[in-house]
């Protein structure tokens, strides 16, 4: 089993009564999910961050990912965690 295929949706809805907190103001809520599909149609999701993360999957992990054994998740982990911080 490898993984084949990684696509990211950005969900985005405004919110009635934009507010403030301490990183600035909110006017709408984001949501990225991400869908994991395997060679023999296993599919996994996850969901977190926005824009920024859909770029770090699609740029610095997808790259890393596809081909490669899901099984094998702390390997994995630990490639893409080292290609994170190492990325300029």
């Known amino acids: ?7 990211t949706y950005l969900l985005e809805s405004p919110i009635d009564k934009p507010f403030g ?10 949501a990225l999910i991400c869908k994991i599909t395997t060679d023999d ?5 996850g969901e977190g961050g926005a824009s920024p993360s859909q770029s770090a ?6 790259p890393l990912l596809i081909g490669k054994d899901p ?18």
């Open 1 to 7: 089993m490898k993984i084949e295929k990684i696509e």
């Open 21 to 30: 907190w301490s990183q600035g103001w909110a006017g709408n809520r984001t």
């Open 41 to 45: 149609g296993l599919v996994g999701w």
């Open 57 to 62: 999957i699609h740029d610095i992990f997808a």
């Open 71 to 88: 099984s094998n998740i702390n390997a994995l982990g630990i490639n893409c965690f080292i290609a994170f911080t190492t990325t300029a």
